[in-house]
């Protein structure tokens, strides 16, 4: 039997467990509590009797007033978290599952993108209400002002599939597939972000949904790598060992959540410098045509991080054959014996593509593989990167960004990225190289003038 047949096997066993078997988690439909002397502790006690019998609207009473008593009692609080859950109009959760599990070898379809609209719609809506009461929970649990009985950690596994749901929904509502998201093949793991360039006013609540299923995944990485897996069709996931989705997981995780916390707080007028991928523009005014990696690092060195975003085809998050577990099955490990933290350094190393074969990244006039400091970082171990604090990539050695310091830097580059008509240039050539340098220092006027194509006059 095949390693991937194997694994198509042994997930629903996985997901069965993670859902409805082990432990304390929301689906979980019995669960024995034992009555205290407080109030709170006698009333949840009634409310799990009544939750299983199926009266939810008296356990949800009951559990309603056990907080009352006491708001730390967090078996009142995943109690009425559960009650709300199952009394749901259209939100199953074994349902939940099986869409997930829909992917199969003849086809590459995802349950959710095919579900009817006014079906999406009843599960999105209840979901949205159970993490009304759930996330009082996590913030109660996460500062500290709860009993502890129940933490966060025993039901992320619950919570990550709910998370991940809207995610999903989110991104069937948009009209892309999870698919155009996250690849794998014989080279490893790859985002790519170009997705999110159309997602317009989706942009920030896509993100959000995806972020909150990222602290999620975090917190429960093996279950979640798991979930995840049924999301995506076998084409993804057939040449990505099982030994270490789990560690591209939590890289991919911590991608999302960066991109979501600059969302959330980037200036609306400068949502394109950070969220359009791959355009082939200069989109932040530095005269460089996609040079960032979306790695949370700054790679040109002008100080700001991740803006003008590349093609995300063309990074390898994880590498297969660099990558294996080490004796404690918890770190990960290249050929060379050093540890890669997937946390913190989610890029191995950059490919060409096709599309970058006409796009001159510097403006030094070359482009594609002829210019291979386009593609190649300073310091090639991502470890070594993070030891330096040096994530330059090597086109960027030598570019130069006066300013007394950064505002001033990005005060000057909107200046010059909203110059945009050609008839009426208030800052030549000349003066771009004075006030911001980087790569406008290798332009000629004829590359000039040709920055101006496809823009719209302000």
């Known amino acids: 039997m095949s390693k991937i047949s194997q694994s198509k096997r042994i997930w629903p066993l996985v997901i069965a467990l993670s859902v409805g078997i082990a432990g304390c988690n929301l689906f979980h439909p019995t669960e024995s509590h034992d009555a205290e002397n407080d109030d709170a502790a006698a009333l949840t006690l009634d409310g799990y009797h009544e939750f299983q019998k199926s009266n939810y609207d008296s356990a949800r009473r009951l559990f309603s007033r056990a907080i009352a008593a006491d708001s730390g009692y967090s078996e009142a609080w995943v109690g009425l978290s559960k009650c709300v859950l199952n009394s749901q109009e259209g939100l199953n959760a074994f349902e939940l599952v099986s869409y997930a599990q829909k992917a199969d070898d003849k086809s590459t379809s995802n349950g959710f993108l095919e579900m009817q609209d006014h079906e999406a719609h009843l599960i999105s809506k209840g979901i949205d209400s159970v993490l009304i009461y759930l996330n009082q929970f996590i913030v109660r649990d996460t500062t500290g002002k709860t009993d502890k009985k129940v933490r966060f950690s025993d039901i992320a596994d619950s919570y990550a599939i709910l998370l991940l749901t809207k995610a999903a929904l989110r991104i069937r509502n948009v009209q892309t597939e999870l698919t155009s998201v996250l690849s794998a093949d014989s080279a490893g793991m790859k985002l790519n972000l170009n997705t999110l360039n ?42 990505i060992g099982d030994e270490f989705y789990t560690d591209a997981t939590v890289g991919l995780a ?32 530095d005269g460089c045509v996609d040079e960032e990696v979306v790695d949370n690092y700054d790679n040109d060195g002008d100080g700001e991080i991740d803006e003008d975003g590349r093609d995300y085809r063309s990074v390898v998050l994880v590498k297969n054959t660099f990558i294996t577990k080490d004796e404690n099955n918890t770190a990960q490990v290249n050929k060379n014996g050093k540890v890669y933290d997937l946390t913190k350094s989610q890029v191995d190393y950059l490919n060409t593509i096709e599309k970058y074969e006409t796009i001159d990244i510097d403006m030094n006039g070359k482009m594609g593989t002829q210019d291979p400091d386009e593609w190649q970082y300073v310091i090639r171990d991502p470890d070594d990167r993070d030891e330096n604090d040096n994530h330059l990539l090597k086109f960027a050695i030598d570019l130069k960004f006066p300013g007394k310091n950064l505002a001033t830097k990005i005060k000057n580059k909107e200046l010059i990225r909203h110059d945009t008509d050609v008839n009426n240039i208030k800052y030549t050539l000349k003066k771009r190289k004075e006030m911001i340098g980087g790569c406008w220092v290798n332009y000629s006027e004829e590359d000039f003038k040709k920055w101006f194509e496809g823009r719209n006059a302000k």
């Open 198 to 239: 159309d997602l317009g006013d989706s942009l920030k609540p896509f993100l959000k949904d995806m972020a909150a299923a990222s602290e999620a995944i975090k917190v429960a990485p093996d279950a979640s790598a798991e979930i995840i897996k049924a999301y995506l069709p076998d084409s993804t996931r057939q040449d």
């Open 254 to 285: 911590n991608t999302v959540i960066q991109l979501n916390d600059r969302a959330q707080t980037v200036e609306e007028e400068r949502t394109d410098v950070f969220f359009v991928f791959g355009n082939g523009m200069d989109d932040d005014g």
